[in-house]
């Protein structure tokens, strides 16, 4: 590698004590030589603040908010994103782990790149449980992820690309105007926004640890008659229409009836008949457009 442009790692955490310096360290082990750390907590209930400073005491060249208030991973990330440095910026959650070389894997994959238009890099991860074992590749033999042009892939009916293992340029955040603050939730939305104007690269190695935890926040999404369901639920609803609007051709429109209807079955699980109708009326939108 001839240069070493600068990385800017965004962790956030809500509520990680148990798992928060595992996901420090993990930054401070890469490989990679000049990169930025940016930690903020979202007001945690836990000690997580606490964990944080002690960690801080050790590693003073970190930048650190506590928000005083919770305010959500969007808002949260984007304050954070835009006071960023770095060339490049990885979402990282506390309760994940980069793996040694990650940073290094993925800045090379963006310097030696034949796409012109390149605004993502995405490997595969390793899901692992509270205690740190293994669960299972994220990618499996029967997976193909894509790379170049991937928009329909990403409206399809399930987008395989997970933040975790994921670097994106800032520049390319910067004219999307970063994550949508008025979404529960924000990946597939990102994805949905890039994807349309930019290429995304695959990586075909396991390059982070996502922790899946019992009460997190895709766990949420079949929850009968929860508040915080309707708000991703809802949120889902807002992402598909401005997809819709995104669509440029019948396959696009195609692809986008396969993840509405994917959708709908989380909202009769749910019980979120309100949503399930206006959902109803854009997949006849979108079917209409797709004939």
């Not at 082990?29 to 945690?44: F, G, K, R, V, W």
């Not at 928000?67 to 979402?91: H, P």
Request: charged share 25%.
């Amino acid at each position: 590698m001839q240069n070493f442009p600068l990385v800017s790692v965004i962790c956030l955490s809500y509520n990680h004590e148990a798992y928060v310096v595992e996901a420090l360290n993990s930054v401070l082990n890469q490989t990679y030589p000049n990169i930025e750390l940016l930690i903020a907590d979202d007001c945690s209930s836990d000690k997580s603040v606490r964990v944080i400073q002690n960690w801080l005491k050790h590693h003073p060249k970190a930048h650190f908010i506590a928000n005083e208030e919770n305010i959500g991973n969007t808002k949260t990330f984007n304050k954070l994103a835009k006071i960023a440095k770095g060339d490049y910026i990885i979402d990282l959650a506390a309760d994940d782990i980069l793996l040694p070389n990650c940073i290094e894997k993925q800045v090379t994959t963006f310097q030696n790149s034949s796409f012109k238009k390149l605004g993502v890099v995405y490997g595969n991860l390793i899901e692992i449980d509270e205690n740190g074992n293994f669960i299972e590749n994220y990618y499996t033999k029967e997976d193909h992820p894509e790379s170049g042009d991937i928009y329909k892939m990403v409206i399809g009916r399930t987008t395989k690309i997970c933040s975790v293992s994921s670097m994106m340029k800032k520049s390319v955040l910067e004219k999307l105007d970063f994550y949508d603050e008025d979404l529960a939730y924000e990946d597939l939305d990102l994805w949905i926004r890039i994807s349309r104007d930019f290429e995304f690269e695959y990586i075909p190695e396991v390059l982070t640890k996502k922790r899946v935890i019992s009460n997190s926040l895709s766990s949420h999404f079949l929850f009968k008659n929860n508040s915080r369901t309707k708000k991703l639920n809802a949120s889902t609803l807002k992402i598909l229409i401005k997809a819709y609007q995104l669509n440029k051709s019948k396959e696009e429109h195609k692809a986008l009836l396969g993840r509405i209807r994917f959708e709908m079955y989380k909202f009769i699980k749910a019980r979120n008949l309100k949503l399930l109708f206006k959902l109803l009326v854009l997949e006849i939108k979108v079917r209409f457009k797709s004939i």
